[in-house]
């Protein structure tokens, strides 16, 4: 309960979240423009993308 507390507290998971938004994601997307590689790009409360095997 303490760990849960704390990161209510230092509002981690909102700052994940911004990270995700403002930096992972749009590097991601800049990423993906310009390797074929990589696939689907998708932001926001979680970021993720798909690579694909050439």
Same mark, same amino acid.
């Given at each position: 309960?303490? %760990?849960?507390?704390?990161? =209510?507290?230092?509002?981690?998971? /909102?700052? &994940?979240? #911004? @990270?995700?938004r403002e930096v992972f994601?749009? *590097? @991601?997307?800049? @990423?993906? &423009?310009?390797?074929?590689?990589?696939? /689907?790009? =998708?932001? *926001?409360?979680?970021? &993720?993308? %798909? @690579?694909? #095997? #050439?």
């Amino acid at each position: 309960m303490a %760990t849960i507390n704390a990161m =209510r507290g230092e509002k981690m998971v /909102e700052h &994940a979240a #911004r @990270l995700g938004r403002e930096v992972f994601g749009p *590097g @991601l997307v800049e @990423l993906a &423009a310009k390797h074929p590689s990589v696939g /689907e790009v =998708r932001c *926001g409360d979680s970021t &993720a993308s %798909t @690579l694909h #095997r #050439r």
